[in-house]
């Protein structure tokens, strides 16, 4: 399957302080991308999705403004997590979908973000 | 009707047996429906997935079965292995996924 790249795998930052991650399709250009949350023992809850070139669209209950997505390219899409709190704390896992009318998605490594 | 339903919510097969994970879903307009593998601090990885126009799909030890009518499509791991032992995901979408709550398998020697 195709490989998408996520970055950092790990993140330990203090309360306060804006984290970003780093999410790349390494070998197809990802027209869209999808951030997801996963606490543990637990499903992955979408966050946004960002299509290249426009603004995310969030779900319900995500703060705009707490979770910033950006999608300038077709092969990076990057969520910067601004004032981290403790409750922040989670994984963070990112995949990308390819052009075309299949929904077939490929998933990043996933960051583990701990806040201090 | 933006739910999946998953179950069991955790699994327990011998070496050699067959696991079978079963997820149902609400929306009709649904058209992709996929299976991931999660290890333990991984991010999912794409198993298997089959769109409606079929009713079942074989990838080696992997298959769907899918019940249009019943809204509902399932996992078969034949030959299972403990290097199966994960947690595994359905999802059902069109442009975006909704995920299953997820399964826990441990196969055991």
């Known amino acids: 399957g195709a490989v998408v790249s996520q970055h950092p795998s790990r993140v330990i930052c203090k309360s306060g302080t804006s984290v970003k991650i780093e999410c790349r399709s390494l070998?197809?250009?990802?027209?869209?991308m999808f951030w997801y949350r996963q606490f543990p023992k637990q499903s992955l809850m979408l966050m946004a999705t960002s299509n290249e070139g426009s603004k995310a669209t969030y779900e319900q209950g995500v703060e705009k403004d707490k979770f910033l997505i950006n999608h300038a390219s077709l092969t990076l899409s990057t969520l910067t997590v601004t004032s981290a709190h403790p409750e922040d704390s989670s994984f963070y896992i990112c995949?990308?979908?390819?052009?075309?009318?299949?929904?077939?998605?490929?998933f990043g490594q996933g960051t583990r973000l701990t806040v201090v | 009707q933006q739910q999946v339903k998953q179950s069991p919510q955790s699994l327990i097969v011998q070496k050699g047996g067959i696991s079978i994970i079963n997820c149902a879903y609400e929306n009709t307009a649904f058209d992709y429906f996929p299976w991931y593998q999660q290890f333990p601090g991984k991010g999912p990885a794409l198993l298997i997935a089959i769109r409606p126009d079929v009713s079942e799909k074989k990838e080696g030890r992997f298959t769907i079965s899918f019940n249009k009518s019943a809204k509902q499509f399932s996992l078969h791991i034949m030959d299972s292995q403990p290097g199966d032992s994960a947690t595994y995901f359905c999802a059902a979408g069109t442009d975006k996924l909704i995920f299953g709550t997820g399964t826990r398998l441990q196969v055991f020697p």
């Open positions: 995949s990308a979908q390819g052009q075309g009318a299949t929904a077939e998605a490929f």
């Open positions: 070998d197809f250009q990802a027209t869209t």
